[in-house]
DNA sequence: CGATATTATCTCGCTCGGCGAGAGAATAGC
DNA sequence: GCTATTCTCTCGCCGAGCGAGATAATATCG
């Protein structure tokens, strides 16, 4: 076994941001009164809306991984905290619509805006060739992630 | 509001690759019969293994944030399935010692081990300087990260 | 156009992970 | 030695998520 491959060193640090972000996220969800899967669920809606794209309940939890009933109780404690409306949808009346709220927006980019901020800060002390190799292995990794297993 | 600032995709990409690394971890939980709380309670063994410390079911909980009745029940669920042993402290004998039984080691290998192959191979396609940013910038979103709210 | 299959969501009953409170057992401090 | 503290475990409970099936709207086909 070899344990002192250097390249290790970059696996445990890829590793330890991920952990961190996700401590980052769960510190939002309990300040906040809510779950880490309310918090994917709004991450979702959020990215959507920036596409102008319909999500329905059924899209949202095929992108959480619930089903039917778990997506159900997802929606209703969303919508009881207020960060979610249900919209019937205009020409599939059987479709509901999940449309975030303005407010749920702005508590998601006033809790997740300075973090992106120094990420973006750090971006600046690199030149372009690095900032090139730094998003190219974070779509690797991703692939990676995707195709593995 | 600056949507369109060119470093946001660098922010993007970050998250997405840990969506899909935590998709992965999921993968692995139910692929065994676990939970996504048992696989971060095994990477916290095996990570404490390596450094050959130990770990008391006390500070396991504290490192996945659960309180003492929650840590007794995930040790249950790790003893039952073989993948972990309580041993008494030997000096402080009210403390458990949880030890990662080696095949739970192997398995974690066995599945881990092909991504972790493909993350460094990624490595091998940048210079030193290119890998010295990559591991810059992991650093500093795991600061920021932990430093952030 | 009406009967039937399909699709999207919701309801019901249940399992089980995690919490709060407090008990039990071992150690540390005076 | 007696008391306070520390570490784990037990008990009862809450609630997220699942499986099965109900309900309602749309699509399909004779």
């Known amino acids: 076994m070899p344990t002192d491959d250097p390249r290790l060193e970059t696996v445990h640090l890829l590793r330890a941001a ?45 992108a959480l991984g619930l089903n039917s009933a778990g997506t159900t109780a997802l929606v209703d404690r969303l919508e009881r905290a207020g960060h979610v409306r249900r919209v019937r949808g205009a020409t599939d009346r059987r479709k509901v619509v999940v449309e975030v709220d303005e407010r749920a927006v702005e508590l998601g980019q006033a809790f997740f805006g300075p973090l992106i901020g120094r990420v973006t800060g750090l971006l ?10 730094i998003r ?12 593995a297993g």
Chains 1, 2 share one sequence.
């Open 18 to 62: 991920t952990v961190e972000l996700g401590l980052h996220s769960a510190r939002f969800a309990q300040r906040n009164g809510m779950h880490p899967t309310d918090v994917r669920a709004l991450i979702v809606l959020m990215d959507a809306r920036r596409a102008t794209e319909e999500v329905t309940a059924g899209r949202l939890g095929a």
């Open 124 to 133: 600046d002390g690199y030149d372009e060739r690095e900032r090139a190799a």
């Open 136 to 147: 190219g292995f974070l779509e690797g990794v991703r692939r990676a992630a995707a195709e």
